[in-house]
């Protein structure tokens, strides 16, 4: 089951409290289990191609089960299967720091994907934004 409404509220104000805390501005894509865009939040200054590519950070991480460091390990030692596995998902993934996987228990439940800072500046707010709910 997805988060519900008020917890992907909570985890997308709390990506951009953040990224407010950190001097920049970011969008923030919240995605269900299957890739599918539940929340999306850009902050006045972010860039317009944030939005794009915050989502396909979060659709990425979602459906391959693997947070975008790990996407981007897998690009890097297995291309091709990469690129086969990318064409299979309605948005191009992104691999790569600032997605991260919601998981309650062994479930993945979605993911987060943040764009539009330093790929190391985009993590720091999304594990914000899952430092949110806990556990």
């Given amino acids: 089951m997805p988060l519900s409404f008020d ?11 953040r990224a407010a805390e950190i001097g920049v501005a970011v969008t923030v894509a919240i995605v269900d289990e299957g890739g599918f865009l539940q929340a999306l939040g850009r902050m006045d200054g972010a860039p317009p191609l944030s939005a794009q590519i915050a989502e396909s950070k979060a659709v990425g991480a979602a459906v ?19 690129e086969a596995v990318d064409r299979l998902v ?11 996987l919601i998981r309650r228990g062994g479930a993945v ?4 994907g943040v764009s539009g800072a330093a790929p ?7 594990q914000a934004g899952l430092a949110t709910l806990g556990g």
């Fill in 7 to 17: 917890q992907t509220r909570m985890v997308l104000e709390s990506a951009h409290r």
């Fill in 64 to 82: 391959w089960h693997r947070s975008g460091d790990q996407l981007a390990s897998i690009q890097r030692e297995r291309p091709a299967f990469f």
């Fill in 90 to 100: 309605r948005l191009p993934v992104i691999p790569g720091l600032g997605s991260v």
């Fill in 109 to 112: 439940l979605g993911a987060i």
């Fill in 120 to 126: 190391e500046q985009d993590a720091d707010c999304a």
